[in-house]
Nanobody, 125 residues
């Protein structure tokens, strides 16, 4: 089993930055593919970003490309999501996700086995 704990959410203004963190435990972190999803009220959960366990592959949703950056620190068992130039439409609960080693359909929520409890991000206009 993998436990994921997110932190770093909050209330910010449009144009501000936030960095989300997700601490993982339970399995060898360096073998975990990590990602982020988000869900706004009344909307479906959507893919945000992912990084493969080898850190050789990353991918972003078009809506965040160029503004968000995913990174990981294997020594700290932590994955980050740096969010810049935040917009009100980025407001959502952000979930950290993990999958042991490889993953095929990273943008599909059903592909991920492990989920954090979520952290709220609210961007005011």
């Amino acid at each position: 089993q993998v436990q994921l704990v997110e932190s770093g959410g909050g209330l910010v203004q449009a144009g501000d930055s936030l960095r989300l963190s997700c601490a993982a435990s339970g399995r060898t972190f360096s073998r975990l593919t990590m990602g982020w999803f988000r869900q706004a009220p009344g909307k479906e959960r959507e893919f945000v970003a992912f990084m493969s366990w080898k850190s050789s592959t990353t991918s972003y949703a078009d809506s965040v490309k160029g503004r968000f950056t995913i990174s990981r620190d294997n020594a700290k068992n932590t994955v980050y999501l740096q969010m810049n130039s935040l917009k009100p439409e980025d407001s959502a609960v952000y979930y950290c996700v993990a999958e042991w080693m490889g993953i095929e359909s990273y943008s599909s929520s059903i592909s991920w086995d492990y989920w954090g409890q979520g952290t709220q991000v609210t961007v005011s206009s």
